[in-house]
């Protein structure tokens, strides 16, 4: 189990690449990316001995299965889960036939209703995994969890993005595909 030490640095990485870079003195390039020693330089602002390593540790340990930032040789990036004004780019791409939404479930009325909206992020999230659909409907309440027709969505005209092993990425889901 990840200590202590290691939650709170990926709780920083998260606020510093997903939502408010200006504020360390960060700039991120149009896909998200910055230099691993700038998010260091940033962290050492409220843990004074992150290091590099620290941040590699928390990309292997920290829910590896949600795969939350991803390095390219000397950058690091947040996948997902942006708050930026400026859209992060994704890759889009065929997704499978049935992807799943968590939430919960006192949000279900407005969803059947109203469909799935990115509320404050840049992109509705979807998976294939039951289990992280799970966890992460059950962040606000008991947890709910919808099965989106993701291919018949595709094939009428909706942009999949995919950002990772784990997560699929969409700017709306209408009402009529979620089954």
């Known amino acids: ?28 390039d149009p896909e998200g990316y910055t230099t691993i020693d700038d998010i260091v330089r940033a ?3 409220s843990v004074p001995d992150a290091c590099v390593d620290d941040v590699h540790r928390v990309v292997r340990l920290i829910e590896p299965d949600k795969a939350r930032f991803s390095i390219n040789g000397p950058d690091i990036r947040a996948n997902y889960g942006h708050s930026l004004s400026q859209r992060i780019a994704q890759q889009q791409g065929v997704p499978p036939g049935i992807l799943l939404h968590g939430t919960s ?8 209703r109203e469909g799935i909206h990115p509320m404050r992020r840049q992109y ?8 992280i659909a799970g966890r992460v409907g059950g962040r606000h ?6 099965e989106i027709d993701a291919l018949r969505a595709s ?12 997560f699929w990425l969409t700017d709306y889901v209408a009402p009529e595909f979620i089954l």
């Open 141 to 146: 309440g008991k947890a709910s969890v919808l």
């Open 155 to 166: 094939t009428a005209g909706v942009a999949f993005y995919r950002a990772n092993e784990s």
């Open 124 to 131: 509705v999230h979807l998976t294939s995994n039951r289990d």
């Open 1 to 28: 189990m990840p200590n202590e030490r290691l939650i709170r640095i990926s709780k920083l990485m998260s606020l510093i690449l997903r939502h408010e870079p200006e504020q360390f003195a960060v700039v991120l």
């Open 105 to 112: 479930e006192s949000a279900l009325p407005i969803i059947r």
């Open 43 to 45: 962290m050492r602002e």
